[in-house]
Nanobody
Framework: QVQLVESGGGLVQAGGSLRLSCAAS????????MGWFRQAPGKEREFVGA????????YYADSVKGRFTISRDNAKNTVYLQMNSLKPGDTAVYYC?????????????????????WGQGTQVTVSS
């Protein structure tokens, strides 16, 4: 079993930046696909982006392309979400998630039900 802990959330003004971190326990982190999702009040959980454990390929929702960047440091068992040019619409609780088996279909990559482990989330609030 994997434990994930997000950090780095907070309150920023529109146009600002935050970097979220997700620290994972376990020895097999490098093989996990890591995803970022977000959930606003009253909304369903939404895919933000993901990074492959197999080759480090990244994937992003259209809503964040060009603004958010996912990276990982396998030596530190940590995945990052760099968020730039933040908008009020980015306000949500951000969750990291891990899938222990490889993903070959993007339809699975973006589906929260395909992930095995979840952090407890970190609040990001963007004001104007």
């Amino acid at each position: 079993q994997v434990q994930l802990v997000e950090s780095g959330g907070g309150l920023v003004q529109a146009g600002g930046s935050l970097r979220l971190s997700c620290a994972a326990s376990g020895r097999t982190f490098s093989g996990y696909t890591m995803g970022w999702f977000r959930q606003a009040p009253g909304k369903e959980r939404e895919f933000v982006g993901a990074i492959s454990g197999k080759d480090g390929r990244t994937y992003y929702a259209d809503s964040v392309k060009g603004r958010f960047t996912i990276s990982r440091d396998n030596a530190k068992n940590t995945v990052y979400l760099q968020m730039n040019s933040l908008k009020p619409g980015d306000t949500a609780v951000y969750y990291c998630a891990a899938r222990a088996t490889i993903v070959v279909l993007t339809s699975k990559l973006i589906d929260p039900m395909e992930y095995d482990y979840w952090g407890q989330g970190t609040q990001v609030t963007v004001s104007s």
